[in-house]
Each structure stands twice: as C-alpha cells, then as structure tokens.
C-alpha cells in the first residue's frame, strides 16, 4: 500500500484527470459510437450527487453497439479527450482507486435516464505494489475488458464505467463515470437485480471514512458483489 504520510499533501494537490472515452466489441475499435461523451474530464463531486448515474452532463451517442453474450467488452479511459497515446497515464496523479464496470437493462439505451445497475467488473485492491485498479488501467494503456455474462437476456443496455479515486483523503472520492449504450444479442434469460446511481455509495461506507494513507485502511468493495451470471 502507498501509505508514506509525508506524500498526502503533494498527492491530494495533483491535478490529472481523465474520462472514459471508446469502447471495444471483441477486438472492434467503436472508438466513441456509442459513448455517452460527458462535459469534460472532471471529477464528480459527490457520491451522492445525479451525475452518478451516468457522469456530468452526457451526451447520448447517436449508436448502439451490438455485442454477443458471452463476448468481451473493453472500455477505455484517457486524460484528454481523442488523446489514446500509451505513454501518457489513463488517468494520472497517483489517483489511487477501485475500476467498477456495472450494466443496466433499459428499454432504450440512447434515452434511458434511470436504471437498475448490477456490477460486472471490479479491480479493487489486493494490499501489493501497482494492485489499485487504476493502476492496472495505467498499465493497459487506459482498457478493462470484462465479459458480457452469457445468460444475460437479450437487449439493450448501459454499461457504466467507473473509476473512483481516493487519493485526496477520507470524504474525498473522486469519482470518474460514462456509460456506453449497446444492445446485447444471443443472451439467456437472466435479468439480476441491482441498485440505483445515486444511492448504492453512501458516504458513511467504510471505504469512505478512512484515509487511503492511513495505515490501517483496508480495502471493502464499494456497491453489490460482481454478478457473473
């Protein structure tokens, strides 16, 4: 664990931001066809605050993205936006955080405003070097691909990336949000339950009242568990 406290004030004070930008079917760039692109590349302000839901200020894509269950997706974040260099950090500034992927069934992706959200995807952090899911996302030039479970029942969905920093100290998240709208074929027949953005953080959990610096954090998963199917 990163957990000098001599580093706190210097990391709290860097600023490098970032936002989910293209989305992968299988080894098919879509580049943003079906990205709901937010306003710009910073943070959420609140867990508890409507931009939750689907970042700050999106716009819907003009696409849905057809995708086969039991296929992979991969979701890509940069700090700026059309700037997908590998040598740049995803999301820079020692943003020490969980990556969640989490989907929604709706009825129309390109207008849906509200959902039940189930969690897919989670790279947490295991308590060794280089562990945070952030900083595994730096390490994939800025991609998580996880599998779209096979038994999902078809249709369309939202798939809501999120990257939440916790860098700058306990009541601090930093939350970074965008969704992508695709409409799963193939599917089974399972619909999981699942929880509302915003509500499924409170800012009483436990990840959220103990500095990251502090030598006793340990890392609790925010939200449901992950629903493989």
Known sequence: MKTPLVLLAAVASVS????WQELWVGSTDKITECTRTVKDNTPISSITSGD??????????????????GSSLTVEMHQQPGDRNCKTQAIGGQHYGPVLVYMAKVADAKTASSASWFKVAEDGYTGTTASWGTEILNANCGKKSFVVPKSLASGNYLVRAEALALHAGAGNQQPYVSCFQINVTGGGSATPSGVSFPGAYKTSD?????????SSFKYVSPGPAVWSG
């Open 16 to 19: 490098a931001h970032a936002t």
């Open 52 to 69: 939750m839901f689907c970042g700050r200020s999106p716009a819907a894509a003009s696409g849905v993205c057809d995708v086969a269950a």
């Open 206 to 214: 436990s990840l959220f009242t103990k500095s990251l610096w502090d």
